[in-house]
């Protein structure tokens, strides 16, 4: 079945720490990829996204993200992160062919420690 | 202001009687999804509809029904036959291949 795997669900880091969070999915054609953040209190938006081209994408807030087509991942990475970084982060998944269709992860809360 | 108004943000219903989530757009998005969110589980999608009279199941479609009978609407009945429906359900919509708007949401509490 197709799925969108998140692998830590709770991170806590203090500021300036970098951060990497990891995205896996398994789906067998052709993917556009997004990473989603909601900060406390707030809407869902949209951070950052790949949908072809460099395989390297950079968001919002300093935050970058790299698709390696042979790991099935899309890692987000921040060299240093913010307090105001605290959130809790989305990594979703949709076929090109069937867009649709859109996909998210479990969600990893992250906290960040003044 | 464009957007997506989902109402109420609150809504408690007795077990066993259906309730109906709004949920409408004015940002003349063709496409339109119904997500629940539930601590540890992320959003689970449960209808999308990418084009007016038409809509799709998602992975947890079942115990709910949806209609989309204009561009800008598209509510979700949550049925007697859903088996844990309190949750917390955010809609969103999208141009085509990017979702960029999703509403505030609305906790469904039934006791």
């Known amino acids: 079945a197709q799925s969108v795997s998140q692998h830590n669900h709770h991170v806590i880091l203090s500021e300036a720490a970098s951060l990497e969070l990891g995205c896996n999915y398994s789906?067998?054609?052709?993917?556009?990829l997004f990473w989603y953040v909601q900060y406390p209190g707030q809407h869902l938006q949209l951070l950052l996204k790949?949908?072809?081209?460099?395989?390297l994408v950079k968001g919002i807030k300093g935050f970058e993200a790299e698709f390696i087509k042979s790991k099935f991942s899309f890692n987000l990475r921040k060299p240093s992160v913010q307090w105001s970084d605290t959130a809790e982060y989305f990594c979703?998944?949709?076929?090109?062919?069937?867009?649709?269709?859109?996909?998210f992860g479990a969600g990893t809360q992250v906290v960040v420690t003044p | 202001d464009g957007g997506i108004t989902q109402s109420p943000k609150y809504l408690f219903r007795k077990e066993g009687q259906n309730v109906t989530l709004s949920c409408e757009q004015n940002?003349?998005?063709?496409?339109m999804y119904w997500y629940r969110q539930d601590p540890g589980q992320g959003l689970r999608l449960i209808y999308y509809?990418?084009?007016?009279?038409?809509?799709q199941k998602g992975d947890i479609a079942e115990g709910y029904s949806v209609s989309r009978e204009k561009k800008e609407s598209f509510p979700l009945t949550v049925t007697s036959a859903q088996k844990n429906p309190t949750a917390f359900y955010l809609c969103?919509?999208?141009?085509?291949?990017?979702?960029?708007?999703f509403g505030q949401g609305t906790r469904l509490t039934v006791v």
């Open positions: 509809s990418q084009i007016v009279n038409d809509f």
């Open positions: 969103a919509s999208s141009p085509g291949q990017l979702i960029t708007f």
């Open positions: 940002l003349n998005h063709d496409a």
């Open positions: 979703a998944v949709t076929l090109t062919d069937s867009w649709g269709k859109f996909q």
């Open positions: 789906y067998g054609g052709t993917v556009n």
């Open positions: 790949y949908f072809s081209g460099d395989p």
